[in-house]
């Protein structure tokens, strides 16, 4: 009989925890034993989650958290103290695209209609947007949360990175180049935190229907959209994702028994996507 991973009192802090990844992974972090911080800039989604957390008799709470602001979140540290005791287990969620750092065109051509929004015309608030919200969103919780872990035996980040940190994807340059730099810090924190107790670790789930992409993937009538078709071609094992696919490999490198010498690793979870070069 192989080990069940549990995770009775720890405190997991979660950000991004209001969208159907983060939303699931805290669901099942409560199930294991764990208490849980939902933070959120959209409480009532948050609350959501926390709402049927509590209703299997699950510890959790949600926090109105902008990850981009570094009083708030302070303030929000002290409050997770406050209701739950010593944080152990950091996960890093918050991230997104914007449509203002997103092509219309894969491939730049030299007869384009005039209304196609090509690389040129990018716009520099949404690229500011998407770095800031993806790797300040990291960089900042970290700094707030990590500081309450040191020195804590089995304490560890956790990142969300993704497939397209290892190759980008055509129209999205800038949460493409967001979610690389996502890698780097995340071996970088790893390095830096060695030797006070701190792991560091990221996923790089493949393609998985959440809110922020459902309409990239399907088109009004429910039914796949080329660009969802290509996707599905590039994976070898022909499907999307679902969220509680990525819960045993964030479990694996949370816990200590299992992952106490994982460090820098970005595990992709992905279908075989990175592995396959389309022929």
Known sequence: MGKVIEFKDKVVVITGAGGVICGYLAKEFAKAGAKVALLDLNEAAAQKYVDEITAEDGVAKAYQANVLDKANLEAVKEAVLADFGAIDILINGAGGNNPKATTDNEFHELDLPAETKTFFDLDKSGIEFVFNLNYLGTLLPTQVFAKEMVG??????????????FTPLTKIPAYS???????????????????????????????????QNRGLLFDESG??????????????????????????GVFFLADESMASFVNGVILPIDGGFAAYSGV
Do not use: Y
């Open 223 to 248: 039914e796949p959209t080329a660009r969802a078709h290509k996707i599905l071609m590039n994976t070898p094992m022909n499907r999307f994702g679902e969220a509680e696919e990525l819960v045993g």
């Open 152 to 165: 804590r035996k089995g304490a560890n980040i956790i990142n969300i990175s993704s497939m397209n940190a």
């Open 177 to 211: 180049g967001a979610k690389a730099a996502i890698s780097n810090f995340t071996q970088w924190l790893a390095v830096h935190f060695s030797k006070v107790g701190i792991r560091c670790n990221a996923i790089a789930p493949g393609f998985l229907v959440t809110n």
